[in-house]
């Protein structure tokens, strides 16, 4: 068992009480098949479309499963757009009401309002049918809307602590669905998917530090720059220099740490999905490397694997998923 560090507490204590949210509450779907597996298609282009990685990875798992994760993934890329894209209405009083909209239509199968595009309609149709047949907890969908709805009217992080907070609603409430879909043995594998979902979301934020700068906003720990003596105008300017260097091999450091904490738990996964959780878990480390091999820059260039770099590296994961040894 992890022993939890001091930021993960109050993240364990929330995914423990999300796990019995009561499941009883979700409402069933009741619609025409066809339509249904139209849903699941436009999650499928979805997925594709919006995350390479992820859509490989997650061609690893068995066909329902396949099905059910890219419905948990266009589910989570819709609810992101209704936050930083919410239509012609641009103003934060209309994200808060679309997004309000979206949760209530999810969790209670209340009506769409008008902001929803057909495109949600259809994500919300098929994650509908995936939370009820995997029982997925609502407490956890509640979660990472309020996550995500957090960038609303947050767009700095004092410590790493707040950061990591953050990371919970963004990305570690889907590893705690994805859960179950892929199926798990015991509570225990709760703390690994937390470290590995934080691990994850830390990536993104490194790997697109100038991209959320120019939408006007900027996740990295304000107390950690200043330790570098870093500020917000260095961000601005997206200066390349040694101390944006030590502050981003730093910041590594503790993703990968995280990585290499986090993936074991794959061990307490059901076998068939522990390959693709590897991958995704790997591949997107492979991300911290690049970012490296491009000196850090993250402000002009944005660090990729590519899909030669993906398949060359599914061969190794694999037998590290079926073995259980996990390297870095």
């Known amino acids: 068992m992890l022993q939890a560090q001091y930021w993960e507490r109050q993240l364990l204590d929330r995914a423990n009480s999300a796990l019995e949210s009561d499941v009883s509450t979700q409402h069933n779907v009741f619609v025409d098949r066809r339509a249904l597996e139209e849903a699941y298609a436009h999650c499928k ?37 209704l936050v930083d894209h919410p239509g012609e209405d641009s103003a934060s009083q209309g994200n808060w009401e679309t997004l309000e909209s979206w949760r209530q239509a999810v969790l209670f199968g209340r009506t769409l309002s008008d902001s929803i595009h057909a495109a949600g309609r259809a994500v919300g149709l098929a994650w509908t049918d995936v939370r009820h047949k995997y029982r997925i907890p609502p407490g956890y969908v509640e979660q990472l809307i309020d996550g995500l709805a957090s960038d609303l009217n947050r767009v700095r992080f004092d410590t790493f602590a707040q950061l990591a907070e953050y990371c919970y609603g963004a990305a570690c409430t889907v590893g705690l669905m994805s859960m179950h879909i892929t199926g798990f043995c015991k509570r225990e594998a709760i703390p690994y998917a937390i470290r590995l979902g934080v691990a994850l979301q830390l990536t993104n934020i490194l790997r697109d530090v100038g991209e ?23 961000i601005a300017a997206g200066r ?18 995280l990585y290499e904490e986090g993936l074991p738990g794959v061990a307490l996964l059901h076998p068939d999905g522990r390959f693709a959780i590897t991958a995704a878990g790997e591949l997107y480390r492979a991300i911290l490397d690049q970012i490296e091999a491009n000196d850090y820059d993250v402000f002009h260039r944005r660090a990729s694997t590519g899909a030669w770099g993906k398949i060359q590296r599914l061969p190794g994961i694999w037998w590290r998923a079926r073995t259980g040894i996990v390297k870095f």
Not at 45 to 72: C, D, Q, W
Not at 212 to 234: H, V
Not at 241 to 257: I, T
Request: net charge negative; hydrophobic share 40%; glycine share 2%.
């Open 45 to 81: 282009a979805i997925t594709r479309e919006n995350s390479k990685t992820f859509f490989m990875a997650s061609s690893m798992l068995p066909g329902e499963k396949r099905k059910a994760v890219h419905a948990l993934y266009a589910f989570c890329r819709i609810s992101d757009d």
């Open 212 to 234: 959320d700068w120019r939408a006007g906003r900027l996740y990295l720990p304000l107390e950690e720059l200043a330790d570098f003596d870093l500020d917000e105008d260095d």
């Open 240 to 257: 390349v220099d040694n101390r944006w260097r030590s502050f981003m091999r730093f910041q590594l450091s503790r993703a990968r740490m």
